[in-house]
């Protein structure tokens, strides 16, 4: 984070060095220290008044180790926290609740984003509204397109006709499969036809060479 944002939330800090009362190289550290830990503003200010730049340095780099170690405590407890819980509301309506550390649930949202965004151009292929979060709901539901699969899970994007044999990566040309259905359709070079959820693989009839 540059200086300019921390200072945003470090108003003392800012307001001393305007005074004069702080130099940029002691604002400098005082920011970086306390944006860290934010309630340790005025006792590093305090510090920069009586110590030199080496000594505040050293109490910056006190308040960050203590900080960070904070940080991983809190971590390793979001962690413990682990879960993913699954329930019925009395109107029927199914319920997960996923909870652990935002890298970790950040990266299952970011691997459904292929899946939302091929569903979000169908969707709009075929003039159906979603809501995003509807999108959301779809693409972890996803099932295999081909008519009578019903698989759901570990679904792979087929393109329909292979990048190698000039296909594209547009909408048209992608579809959402389960790992049986490939090993139907590129040994043979089958192509998919038809609208999603009703499509068949059809041998593929290449022009006479
Ligand atoms: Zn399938």
Request: hydrophobic share 35%.
């Amino acid at each position: 984070m540059d200086a300019a944002k921390r200072f945003d939330v470090l108003f003392d800090t800012e307001q001393a060095l305007r005074e004069g009362r702080l130099s940029g190289a002691q604002a400098e550290a005082v920011s970086a220290a306390a944006f860290t830990d934010p309630g340790a503003q005025q006792s590093l200010l305090a510090s920069a008044t009586v110590n030199g730049l080496r000594g505040l340095k050293q109490d910056c780099a006190r308040v960050s180790a203590a900080a960070c170690v904070d940080e991983m405590a809190v971590y390793e407890r979001v962690r413990r926290a682990r879960s993913i819980r699954h329930w019925q509301d009395p109107d029927g309506t199914g319920r997960i609740e996923v909870r652990g550390p935002i890298d970790q649930t950040a990266r299952v949202m970011a691997a459904l984003e292929p899946y939302e965004r091929a569903i979000f151009e169908e969707n709009r292929r075929t003039g159906n509204h979603a809501r995003p979060e509807q999108t959301a709901f779809d693409a972890l539901v996803r099932r295999c397109v081909i008519a009578g699969c019903h698989v759901t899970r570990q679904l792979e994007i087929d393109h329909n006709v292979p990048l190698c044999d000039g296909g594209t990566t547009g909408y048209e040309n992608i579809h959402r499969v389960c790992g049986f259905h490939p090993r139907e359709k590129h040994p043979t070079s089958a192509r998919l036809v038809g609208e999603p959820g009703q499509m068949r693989l059809r041998p593929n009839e290449r022009p006479p060479p």
